[in-house]
Each structure stands twice: as structure tokens, then as C-alpha cells.
């Protein structure tokens, strides 16, 4: 069982920065991939980044990259998504999951192949 609690979010200029953390309990954080997911009102919620294990391997929505970066800190049981160059379009409510993944898979963009969800924290970008 791995719980998730997000943190990190709040109200920002368009062009500016933040960065999410979502700190995980147990001690088994190293075992499962971590990802970024965010739901604008009236949209579904969708795939923002993905990050292995190790964190050697790290994958983006074509949406940000470039802007957003995914990190992982295995030693503190965190994951971090620093994003930059904010526009009105990332406003949404941004949710850390955390995925076992069987096979040869280091990182996935499916909903539903991750596990464990954090509660959300409220990302709001204003032009």
C-alpha cells in the first residue's frame, strides 16, 4: 500500500514557475514508476510525465515538454515536477500516481496501469 499526498500548487502569472512535490509513504517507493497526471474542469485527466524507477528514464506529454521536468529522490520518497514557462492552458488540478510495472516497461502514460493516486493539488495559471 503507498499512499500519496501532493503539494505544491497554487496560483501563478503566466511565465511563471512552480514545482509540484508528492511525497509517498511506505518503503517501497523505489519499486514503482511515478507519474504526473492533470484534469481541467469539464476534461478528462491526462498523462503529464512519467518517470522509471531509477529514475533514469523519463517521459513527457508533447504539451510540456521542454517546460515541465519530472524528478524522483528515492532517499526522501518524493517525486517533483518542476514546471516553467506556465500558460493559462496548464491550469488544472495535477495528480501524482504510482505505478508497479510488470514486464519490460520502465515508464507508462496509462491511467490505468497505475496503482495508487494522490488526492490532487490545484495548479491555476492566470494571463
Known amino acids: 500500500q503507498v499512499q500519496l499526498v501532493e503539494s505544491g500548487g497554487g496560483l501563478v502569472q503566466a511565465g511563471g514557475s512552480l514545482r509540484l512535490s508528492c511525497a509517498a509513504s511506505g518503503r517501497t517507493f523505489s519499486r514503482y514508476a511515478m507519474g504526473w497526471f492533470r484534469q481541467a474542469p469539464g476534461l478528462e485527466r491526462e498523462f503529464v510525465a512519467a518517470i522509471s524507477r531509477s529514475g533514469g528514464n523519463t517521459y513527457y506529454a508533447d504539451s510540456v515538454k521542454g517546460r515541465f521536468t519530472i524528478s524522483r529522490d528515492n532517499a526522501k520518497n518524493t517525486v517533483y515536477l518542476q514546471m516553467n514557462s506556465l500558460n493559462p492552458e496548464d491550469t488544472a488540478v495535477y495528480y501524482c500516481?504510482?505505478?508497479?510495472?510488470?514486464?519490460?516497461?520502465?515508464?507508462?502514460?496509462?491511467?490505468?496501469?497505475?496503482?495508487?493516486w494522490g488526492q490532487g493539488t490545484q495548479v491555476t495559471v492566470s494571463s
Open positions: 500516481a504510482a505505478g508497479y510495472l510488470s514486464g519490460s516497461a520502465l515508464v507508462t502514460t496509462t491511467r490505468s496501469r497505475y496503482d495508487y
